[in-house]
């Protein structure tokens, strides 16, 4: 899996990212793998929504337009619930309690970084 790096705008702190840019990426996300660390996100391509049914863990959710700004914020979602967002291109998940730490809000955008 690819990874990459993105820098939150407002904060200027960067969280490495794990690409889920394939069908099956997409469709396996972060089921059956450890939980992610404080620095870490995945960042699941052409969704707008997901859950989180077999997951032993919370997550935040970010959800993304094309242009990488934030449209919703979803903050400790934990097992077996899901969340959308209509018009949203991508979806970030983060550790809980990262969208916190990084002060994420709506209308924020993030960068990649090469």
């Known amino acids: 899996m690819k990874r990459a790096q993105f820098k939150h705008g407002p904060s200027g702190k960067a ?14 996300g ?5 939980p992610l660390g404080e620095q870490e996100a995945m960042l699941i391509n052409r969704c707008g929504s997901v859950h989180t049914c ?19 914020v979803t903050e400790q979602l934990r097992p077996w619930r899901s969340a959308s967002c209509m018009g949203a291109f991508q979806v970030m998940e983060l550790a809980p309690g990262a969208v916190a730490a990084m ?3 709506v209308g924020d955008n993030f960068q990649w970084i090469e």
């Open 54 to 72: 077999w997951m032993g863990y919370a997550l935040d959710l970010v959800f993304l337009d094309r242009e990488l700004r934030v449209l919703k």
């Open 103 to 105: 002060q994420v809000r």
């Open 30 to 34: 972060l089921l059956g793998r450890p």
């Open 15 to 28: 969280i490495e990212v794990w690409l889920a840019n394939t069908p099956w990426l997409r469709l396996r």
